[in-house]
């Protein structure tokens, strides 16, 4: 459910439309824009400087970008934690710097064919539970600093593999081209499924590695962070328009966003009062983190199972609906 939430008029400001005190907005992020430009576009919309996003996506990338505003800011780091999944498109025969279309090519042997059923089993081994080298041109730090500025720096950054989970990587289709300079490649299109950490630019390079070929991404789309889907959610401007329609930027609830995300745990009034002052309440007895939603639907906290001298009781880790 989108709705318009929180919303005041401040006189002082000329812009004809509503604030939005706290909410979540899940944009439709076009490509060649930043993460950074469209938060400052929702910023703008919103007329509340307290926003921030769950994920980065590369300005080549389009797709689901989840938006927390005020409260719903101390959401985000879940929301990033949330399974993904991507649509991407991967072309072999060509490297570059960035492993996606932005980037200068570093090599271009080409390649002329690629067998469907070879693609699919190279693809199935970076399946499951893997050792991913990220992408050099990626938002890490390191000693730092960003592992992009290093590059653009012109240093060498070698980045450690870490543990990643892709549960499905399916083939849609391999087909060959040629490019404007008359490069013959394949392209090849995929679907991912994955954990949070999982770097797709990575992932073609090592796909086509695995083929003995080099290749990076000419195409990137996000669908799903968890339950959130790019079904349903707009671009900026779109949401600009609407937003002067409308009078107010409609967004979710926290209640909404944490259905999406997170395990829901519905607490009586009482309960709802003792977390409000930050107090623990009766073990929810399963490990992970709950949404604690009171009986009229809103969003309490967010609880996590702890012992406290000797006892297992849900502890508060947010406390989303604190006491007056």
């Not at 937003?243 to 829901?264: N, W």
Request: proline share 4%.
């Amino acid at each position: 459910m989108i709705t318009c939430l929180s919303v005041k008029t401040d006189r002082r400001d000329d812009r004809p439309w509503a604030k939005i005190d706290d909410g979540v907005l899940v944009v439709d992020k076009p490509q060649g824009w930043t993460s950074h430009d469209v938060v400052a576009k929702m910023r703008y919309l919103a007329k509340n400087r307290k926003i921030g996003h769950a994920g980065t996506l590369d300005p080549m990338a389009t797709g689901v970008l989840v938006l927390g505003i005020g409260r719903a800011t101390r959401l985000l780091s879940y929301i990033v934690d949330a399974p993904k999944e991507y649509h991407a498109t991967l072309r072999l025969g060509i490297a570059t710097t960035t492993e996606d279309a932005e980037g200068e090519r570093t090599e271009s042997p080409g390649f002329a064919h690629a067998d469907p059923a070879a693609v699919e089993v190279a693809a199935a081994k970076f399946t499951g539970t893997i050792m991913q080298v990220p992408s050099a041109v990626s938002a890490i730090k390191v000693d730092g600093k960003r592992a992009y500025d290093l590059v653009r720096q012109g240093e060498d950054v070698n980045l450690a593999a870490r543990e990643v989970n892709i549960s499905l990587i399916d083939v849609i289709e391999v087909r060959t081209a040629t490019t404007d300079d008359g490069i013959a490649v394949v392209d090849v299109d995929l679907v991912v499924r994955c954990s949070a950490g999982t770097y797709i630019r990575a992932l073609g390079r090592d796909i086509a590695h695995e083929l003995g070929t080099c290749g990076h991404l000419t195409a990137l789309r996000r669908t799903h962070i968890g339950d959130f889907t790019v079904e349903g959610a707009l671009g900026p401007i779109p949401l600009e328009e609407q937003t002067k329609t409308e009078g107010a930027l409609a967004v979710r609830s926290i209640a909404d966003a944490i259905s999406a995300v997170l395990p829901v745990r519905h607490v009586t009034d009482d309960e709802a009062r003792e977390l409000s002052f930050g107090r623990a309440v009766t073990a929810t007895g399963k490990p992970g983190t709950f949404g604690a939603l009171s009986a009229s639907g809103e969003a309490v906290a967010l609880l996590e199972d702890r012992r406290v001298r000797g006892e297992l009781v849900a502890q508060p880790v947010v406390v989303l609906a604190p006491a007056n």
